[in-house]
């Protein structure tokens, strides 16, 4: 009953937040021109900052040395997801504008705001090295390769212009993954970070989540509650974020028990709750900056938001046998 309830606590404060955003734009708070604001302020500015201080605080060199073989089930489910996106974005001839999206819907995940605190609640804090794995894995698939493929997918630009983003380096080293390089850096060779520096990049970090729902809010009454349906594009995200990719996770883990990698048990279910969590908060804004469709962003960030409600308890049913 603990599980269920966190669960719910967790989609209510989220909903809560993203009401806000709706009923302030409703009343004429924000210009037309605040989104794009935000979008700048979250990917260049606080996700950094965000990425940056979580590495520093949650790992350690020794942690991070001794991730091991761990780490390989997660990362290959990820490619799993990946290809079975690309598979489906031709099946289903999923338009441009949309195709970024759907791809990073299914294979990234929001560990940080949802995944951890749910992960907490579950395994208590001797599963955060575990959670770690999940999170490395996630964070170097968004803003390593899922980004890109949204900036790529921009549905205004040319020929000419799609040429031209496959070098371009603002694009191949987006300021979170740089972010996370530098974390990664700074936790190998063990330079200490300063503790009034520490303290203003986690003030900063911590403007992510509670921006990026708030601009959902924004979005939500620009494209209007009325437009809000489940269609086909949306279903299809949600089944490969909810299905698809944990599925590959556990059949992955399985494989590898019977070819004799013994993982703990707590690591088993702490990968596949992670890879089971809703959709990235920040897909609208993405969306957004590459001119991508954000109300279909919008769209399966909130449902999948929503129905986490649901499949919470059915993936603990699920863990018993994993």
């Known amino acids: 009953m603990s599980v269920f309830l966190t669960s719910v606590s967790s989609v209510v404060e989220i909903v809560l937040i993203m009401a806000l955003g709706y009923i302030l734009r409703r009343n004429n708070w924000f210009t037309d021109s605040f989104g794009g604001n935000i979008a700048s302020l979250i990917t260049k500015i606080s996700l950094p900052a965000s990425i940056f201080m979580s590495v520093m605080k949650y790992l350690t060199k020794d942690k991070l040395l001794g ?3 761990g780490i390989i089930f997660p990362a290959l489910a990820v490619i799993v997801s990946y290809l079975v996106a690309f598979a489906a974005v031709k099946l289903f001839k999923i338009r441009p504008g949309r195709r970024g999206i759907f791809i990073n819907a299914v294979a990234n995940a929001n560990t940080i705001f949802i995944g951890m605190p749910l992960n907490t609640a579950l395994f208590g804090n001797k599963a955060m090295s575990y959670f770690l794995i999940y ?4 964070t170097v698939s968004t803003w390593a390769f899922g980004v890109y493929l949204i900036q790529n997918d921009d549905p205004t630009a040319d020929g000419q212009k799609k040429q031209r983003d496959h070098i371009n380096w603002s694009k191949l080293l987006p300021m979170p993954l740089v972010g996370f390089i530098f974390s990664i850096i700074f936790l190998l060779i063990g330079i200490p970070v300063p ?3 520490g303290q203003t990049l986690s003030y ?3 403007l992510v989540t509670p921006l990026s729902l708030i601009y959902i809010g924004i979005v939500l009454y620009d494209a209007g509650l009325n437009n809000f349906r489940f269609e086909r594009d949306s279903v ?8 698809i990719s944990p599925l590959a996770l556990i059949i992955l883990i399985k494989l590898g028990m019977g070819m004799g990698v013994h993982l703990p048990s707590l690591m088993r279910q702490t990968l596949v709750v992670q890879s089971a969590t809703p959709m990235l908060a920040v897909l609208p804004i993405l969306a957004k900056e590459a001119h991508g469709d954000v109300k279909y ?4 960030v909130v449902m999948s938001t929503v129905l986490f409600v649901v499949v919470v308890p059915i993936l603990m049913a699920i863990l018993q046998f994993v």
Do not use: K
Not at 135 to 138: P, W
Not at 236 to 243: D, P, T, V
């Open 297 to 300: 962003a919008t769209d399966v």
């Open 135 to 138: 999170y490395i894995v996630n």
């Open 204 to 206: 900063v970090g911590s």
């Open 195 to 197: 503790n009034f520096i």
């Open 236 to 243: 299809l995200a949600l089944i490969g974020r909810f299905i």
């Open 67 to 69: 991730l091991g073989i």
